[in-house]
């Protein structure tokens, strides 16, 4: 495989990094991304892609840091280790199922559901929750226009969506962060950030280290970086991205800890035993 940093004459090196383009993602690499950090040897190439984008591009080892959800891990574990900072975590939320209506009684089977993507952990989420739904996939920020067209019998939200769509008319069908708590009593891991494996070792640990202090430089200075984080914030208030912000980026961002360690194993594993994903997971992090 080729190498995806590159060495200019004066010895800086140049790391590809990817995110979405999504406030809490923008308030994580706020320090990074506006050079309040002194990142020698390392000048950091951002690339802002959707989330499905982002894990189809891991398929293929394009960006030495990018986010990805944790349901692409199964299929990138040979090319990527997870960053063990970085992850975005629900606490009793996360993805929903809305509808125009209430379903009573509530069930999937045989629904027509608009998903963002086929490796998004949401869908692996509502695969474990109820397999026998229809999936359609839309991007996620089309997902509630199609509901509301009648396209399909309910949208799953990712992002802003989560915060939103009340307000928008739309009733909640199920929560899957409250259903994940309810069920396991572990945080819910939605999506983190993997490192190339073939980058030099001494790299990765270096970036690693550039990547948490950035995390930590933005909860330190979270009105500077919530405001940079706003510009990315799609229609929310700043009350609404202060929120959702802080549902996404705090402590757990910059360590999983032991249960948020325990909850990607167990996301993984159960997805395994239910036949979502092919192959058994080893989760490997960078230490």
Do not use: C
């Amino acid at each position: 495989m080729s190498r995806m940093l590159s060495e200019k004459e004066s010895n800086e090196v140049e790391i590809r990094l990817a995110h979405s383009p999504d406030s809490d993602d923008a308030f994580m690499f706020y320090a990074l991304a506006t050079d309040k950090l002194d990142t020698k040897p390392f000048r950091f190439v951002h690339t802002l892609e959707d989330i499905q984008t982002l894990n189809q591009k891991a398929l293929n080892g394009v960006y030495d840091v990018t986010a990805i959800s944790f349901h692409a891990y199964a299929y990138i574990a040979d090319k990527y280790a997870l960053l063990p900072h970085g992850a975005s975590m629900g606490h009793q939320y996360g993805p929903i199922v809305v509808a125009r209506e209430q379903w009573k009684p509530l069930r999937l089977h045989g629904k027509r559901i608009a998903v963002p993507g086929t490796m998004t952990t949401a869908y692996l989420l509502l695969k474990l929750y109820d397999p026998d739904f229809e999936a359609t996939v839309i991007p996620f920020d089309q997902i509630m226009e199609a509901v509301q067209r009648g396209d399909v019998d309910g949208g799953l939200l990712i992002h802003e969506g989560q915060l939103t769509y009340a307000s928008e008319g739309f009733q909640k069908v199920v929560d899957l962060g409250a259903w994940w708590d309810e069920k396991t009593g572990l945080p819910l891991p939605l999506g983190g950030n993997a490192i190339r494996r073939g980058l030099p070792r001494d790299y990765i640990s270096q970036i690693s280290r550039l990547i948490r202090q950035g995390i930590e430089y933005a909860l330190n200075h979270r009105q500077a970086a919530l405001e940079y984080a706003l510009q990315f914030g799609r229609n929310l208030s700043p009350d609404q991205a202060d929120r959702f912000v802080q549902m996404y980026v705090n402590e757990r961002t910059l360590d999983y800890g032991a249960d948020g360690r325990q909850a990607v194993e167990l996301l993984l594993r159960q997805a395994y035993e239910k036949g979502i994903i092919p192959e058994p997971v080893q989760v490997e992090f960078v230490e």
